[in-house]
């Protein structure tokens, strides 16, 4: 679509240099008065923003061609997500340069890309395509149980992973939805990459007929109110914060339309007395990655007292080998936080309540020296004394999304005791995506499965953050999830269960008041 309105994606490195020079030189390109000829050399690229006119024909393109698109058969779709999967193999690098030249750190771009493929694996989508439709014969009928697009899904993927997060929310198109989705204007052109160059494709190898697919880039807010209020828009599929999201899902409802939440986390992940420590720390230490901006990594840690010296030793080792860096310096994980006064704001918070500081806690530059005003910020590790009152620390309590993790040292009492409390714990935490533990005892290691009902995936003795096939890798409870959370696999979410029964012969009444006998017998 052609417009007179773009925004522009400017190069870390020149944020890096002068933040306010290469903000200013945004803006100025955004409202015309640059050259952009002569600013290329901080430029990565531009996008247009869509009007509102556009916003509207791409919900009425969605739903010209939902009928159609519906009415094609599942084997068919599916070959979509088999299509994605192919030209993510074949276009990952060129790909992972874009995201990493938008702002991604190398590594977890290349995180993203690995989750991809296991989200579009043949045995993700296999077993949700299995639940798909289930047959069978009873009494002379034929019946069968199904599952029924809800329509067209309005799709808004979150700013910090926006690429792998759109590809993630089209996955309601193999259930015979249209989508609609919204690029957001801080980081549009992984998106933009991700749809032209691996989903478009697919979609014209099958047939899927025009307005399948729409794209755009805008505000969120006058996009997100236009879908409340269009009755064209069935679903609307939401990830960002738990305020605006929760608030979203009220809305939704009100209009009777289906909200899917993918909102904030704060994982608890255990460590009883026989881990293997090492390897708890490294996955401890996932969550420093990204600046901690990425809702599915640890957000606080229940250490065994037996271990817990030993366990705060290596999960500070490992953080002070965490560095900043330029999105495309291989060994870089951490990413700048332009806005961090509320990180220091937790921190104090954490100490006025008898938190200690066993690591960080300070602004870093680049290349790693402390500094007053640095954009990165120092991974951080809070130790914490008791159980009882450590959720009245904002830190612990809440999604911190900073490299911020608080260890909470239970107080000693018997370990079938401690067990107890420590599940009990993680399953009144008010989100619930991802926990894991760490132990090698197969009793608590049972236990703990057993009981713990809180979150959308548990990890044992695993990556709390890698993903895995089958499984699914985003969806949770409470105020991940909302109210009507759960583990997320977008085919199924964004479709509803519908019974059919064909029969041949029946006697109506014969079939109502017979049934009785016919079930108990002489």
Known sequence: MPSDSHVYTVTTASILDDVFESLTLKRRLERGKADVAEAADFVVGRCAVAD??????????????????????????????????????????????????????????????????EIFSEETLGWCAEQMEHRFEHGGRQMFLRRLPDGVVAVNPPQNAPASSALFGILPLLSGNTVV???????????????????????????????????????????????????????????GGVTRGLELEQECLAVGKKPILELAGNDCLIVWRDADLDAAAEAISECFFGSGQICMVPNQVLAHPAIADELLARVKALAEQIRPGLPDDPQALLS???????????????????????????RLETDGSASDTGLFLEPTVLRIDGLDACREIEAVREETFFPLIPVVVPESVPDERLLDLMIDY?????????????????????EYVARVSNGGLLKINDSHIGFLPFMPTHGGTGKTGGAFGEANYPMLRTTHLQGVSIAGGVRPREAVFGAYAALTGP
């Open 52 to 117: 509102d006119e556009t916003v509207v024909r791409a919900t009425e393109a969605a739903a010209g061609a939902a009928r159609q698109w519906a009415g094609m058969p599942l084997s068919t779709r599916m070959k979509l997500g088999e299509g994605i999967r192919r030209r993510l193999h074949e276009r990952h690098a060129d790909f992972i340069d874009l995201l990493t030249a938008e702002g991604t750190p190398r590594k977890l771009a290349e995180w993203q890309v690995a989750g991809l493929l």
């Open 181 to 239: 989705l919204r690029a957001p204007r801080s980081a549009p052109l992984g998106v933009m990459f991700a749809m032209r160059e691996l989903v478009l494709p697919a979609l014209q190898e099958i047939g899927a007929p025009d307005g399948t697919l729409n794209v755009f880039c805008a505000r969120p807010g006058p996009v997100l109110q236009h879908w409340l209020k269009s009755p064209q828009i069935n679903d609307i599929f939401f990830t």
């Open 336 to 362: 700048p936080v332009l806005r961090s006064e509320r990180f220091f704001d937790y921190v104090r918070d954490a100490l006025s309540k008898g938190a200690g500081v066993v690591h960080g806690a300070r």
């Open 426 to 446: 993680v399953n009144s935490n008010a989100y619930g995506l991802r926990n894991s533990l760490w132990s090698a005892d197969q009793r608590v290691i049972d």
